[in-house]
Antibody, heavy 120, light 106 residues
Framework: EVKLVESGGGLVQPGGSLRLSCAAS????????MSWVRQAPGKGLEWVAN????????YYVDSVRGRFTLSRDFAESSLYLQMDNLGAEDTAVYFC?????????????WGKGTTVTVSS | SYELTQPPSVSVSPGQTAIISCSGD??????VSWYQQMSGQSPVLVIY???KRPSGIPERFSGSNSGNTATLTISGTQTMDEADYYC?????????FGGGTKLTVL
């Protein structure tokens, strides 16, 4: 079964950091771009970041560039999102998604999400 | 930055056809995907490459894309189709989602 399982969410104070993880199984992790998408309470989907299948390049939405870092571990078949200098605007459910077809592809597998709450 | 515009809401009666639009500059020049998100759930891909259905998605879901507008059509809409729907495209190496359309079936 193709599966993505996110973890690492929680309550963090403004200015703090969190590291989200996404464990992939059931497919060849090396073959796919991967992505994080978030959804603030009551809002729509917002793309956060992508990483190429070989991990050589990552791309970010303007609002997180310089604060978030996306990486992947092939030995663990895992994706990581390091989030620093968090603000209230980062409060959201964070979904991990597989991109099928690489650049210009589509997100065919999604995790259940992990919740990040930034509050004092 | 590239933007995709969807109507905030669409309402249909059961059995009718629901049409959800997604507009963006020269959108027809690239592939569009559509996602269904039921309340409290993760998004699910329902259309990719403008008009392809993933395995397990009912035939009543179809899509088209031309000019500046992509369209998701749900024929014979069922109450179980009530959800939020999002279109998605690319802007160079970044992903863009539309604002979402809440489909109400009543």
């Amino acid at each position: 079964e193709v599966k993505l399982v996110e973890s690492g969410g929680g309550l963090v104070q403004p200015g703090g950091s969190l590291r989200l993880s996404c464990a992939a199984s059931g497919f060849n992790f090396r073959n796919h771009w991967m992505s994080w998408v978030r959804q603030a309470p009551g809002k729509g989907l917002e793309w956060v970041a992508n990483i190429k299948q070989d991990g050589s390049e990552s791309y970010y939405v303007d609002s997180v560039r310089g604060r978030f870092t996306l990486s992947r571990d092939f030995a663990e078949s895992s994706l990581y999102l390091q989030m620093d200098n968090l603000g209230a605007e980062d409060t959201a459910v964070y979904f991990c998604a597989r991109i099928y077809g690489g650049y210009t592809g589509y997100m065919d597998v999604w995790g259940k999400g992990t919740t990040v709450t930034v509050s004092s | 930055s590239y933007e995709l515009t969807q109507p905030p809401s669409v309402s249909v009666s059961p059995g009718q056809t629901a049409i959800i639009s997604c507009s963006g500059d020269r959108l027809g020049a690239q592939y569009v995907s559509w996602y269904q998100q039921m309340s409290g759930q993760s998004p699910v891909l329902v259309i990719y490459h403008d008009n392809k259905r993933p395995s397990g998605i009912p035939e009543r879901f179809s899509g088209s894309n031309s000019g500046n507008t992509a369209t998701l059509t749900i024929s014979g809409t069922q109450t179980m189709d009530e959800a939020d729907y999002y279109c998605q495209a690319w802007d160079s190496t970044t992903v863009v989602f539309g604002g979402g359309t809440k489909l109400t079936v009543l």
